[in-house]
């Protein structure tokens, strides 16, 4: 049975990126582990990133940062839940209050690449 109050932790970022360079960052980011991408247009992908700790996370954002081709690359939002929290989606829990799931969003959501 799984700890009931392990983490895991699920962000959205946008990565802008060199217009030219786009599609040798979009391989690259096909290739990392726990990195999907949601969507891309003109300079500026979505992605989404699954881990087991923030830290987890941005270690993840900090190795697309560093990619070729990459201008910024910020995290838009994060949500964390527990194995709990799934069980009761699922019914198989009783309720519990909700504070259990912690979310948090960035204050500027807008990257602006120069």
Same mark, same amino acid.
């Given at each position: 049975m799984p700890d009931a109050e392990a983490r895991y932790h699920i962000s959205s970022a946008v990565v802008a990126v060199v217009p030219a360079m786009k599609e040798s960052v979009l391989?690259?980011? +096909?290739?990392?582990?726990? *990195?999907? *991408?949601?969507?891309?247009?003109?300079?500026?992908?979505?992605v989404v990133i699954e881990g087991t700790s923030t830290g987890m996370l941005?270690?993840?954002?900090?190795?697309?940062?560093a990619l070729p081709g990459v201008v910024a690359a910020s995290m838009v939002f994060e949500h964390v839940e527990t194995a709990r929290d799934e069980e009761r989606a699922q019914g198989?829990?009783? +309720? $519990?209050?909700? =504070?259990?799931?912690?979310?948090?969003?960035?204050? =500027?959501?807008?990257?602006? $690449? $120069?």
């Open positions: 391989e690259a980011l +096909s290739g990392m582990n726990n *990195v999907e *991408v949601y969507g891309h247009q003109d300079g500026k992908i979505v941005g270690e993840c954002l900090s190795r697309i940062s198989s829990a009783p +309720s $519990a209050p909700s =504070d259990a799931i912690e979310e948090r969003k960035s204050d =500027d959501r807008r990257i602006d $690449a $120069a």
